[in-house]
T-cell receptor, first 111, second 116 residues
Framework: QKEVEQNSGPLSVPEGAIASLNCTYSDRGSQSFFWYRQYSGKSPELIMFIYSNGDKEDGRFTAQLNKASQYVSLLIRDSQPSDSATYLCAVKNTNAGKSTFGDGTTLTVKP | EAGVAQSPRYKIIEKRQSVAFWCNPISGHATLYWYQQILGQGPKLLIQFQNNGVVDDSQLPKDRFSAERLKGVDSTLKIQPAKLEDSAVYLC??????????????FGSGTQLSVL
């Protein structure tokens, strides 16, 4: 079992729709959860982080965390073609200072 | 603020040859990471430095990979000899307060290695 699992996709949504990306993790000692966006041929860039159970909103993005279920998700509202990218879930064990990445979900937003 | 610098951007070598990658983190960032990202996969941690000491190198293939971070600043990752399966993007990242819950990773542009 991988430490961080994501739906590989590809996930395709029409422009303006909500895209839902999911991630599960196995290390119960994980304390921080990050969503990175990676455009093809580019490096990952941070979109959001969350460390408390519940929802966290930032513009069109909402991160959701459920530590009991070891589940974290990212919702993208009003999806735009520029959101087309691979979304990486990263889980951090703060004590170890180590971040572990999932394999990413590729999102395509069709105009 | 200058970002994480990496070089070279691309490298093509033949199997069994050696190769080295260089990384200069953001000034003041004590923690430096080397990740390997194979096409279609997420970044996999190879080695993590805290200043000039190794924190985690459990996934570094030590028979062929080596890394150093002299003086706690820039770092070099070496592969010798390279294998076909080493073809990947090698990402360097740094962070300031590694044990802060909201501390993100700052990535360099990466080195794309092709082993023929």
């Amino acid at each position: 079992q991988k430490e961080v699992e994501q739906n590989s996709g590809p996930l395709s949504v029409p422009e303006g729709a909500i895209a839902s990306l999911n991630c599960t993790y196995s290390d119960r000692g994980s304390q921080s959860f990050f969503w990175y966006r990676q455009y093809s041929g580019k490096s990952p860039e941070l979109i959001m982080f969350i460390y408390s159970n519940g929802d966290k909103e930032d513009g069109r993005f909402t991160a959701q965390l459920n530590k009991a279920s070891q589940y974290v998700s990212l919702l993208i509202r009003d999806s735009q073609p520029s959101d087309s990218a691979t979304y990486l879930c990263a889980v951090k064990n703060t004590n170890a200072g180590k971040s572990t990445f999932g394999d990413g979900t590729t999102l395509t937003v069709k105009p | 603020e200058a970002g994480v610098a990496q070089s070279p951007r691309y490298k093509i070598i033949e199997k069994r040859q050696s190769v080295a990658f260089w990384c200069n983190p953001i000034s003041g960032h004590a923690t430096l990471y080397w990740y390997q990202q194979i096409l279609g996969q997420g970044p996999k941690l190879l080695i993590q430095f805290q200043n000039n000491g190794v924190v985690d190198d459990s996934q570094l293939p030590k028979d062929r990979f080596s890394a150093e971070r002299l003086k706690g600043v820039d770092s070099t990752l070496k592969i010798q000899p390279a294998k076909l399966e080493d073809s990947a993007v090698y990402l360097c990242a740094s962070s300031y307060r590694v044990q802060a819950t909201n501390e993100k990773l700052f990535f360099g542009s990466g080195t794309q290695l092709s082993v023929l």
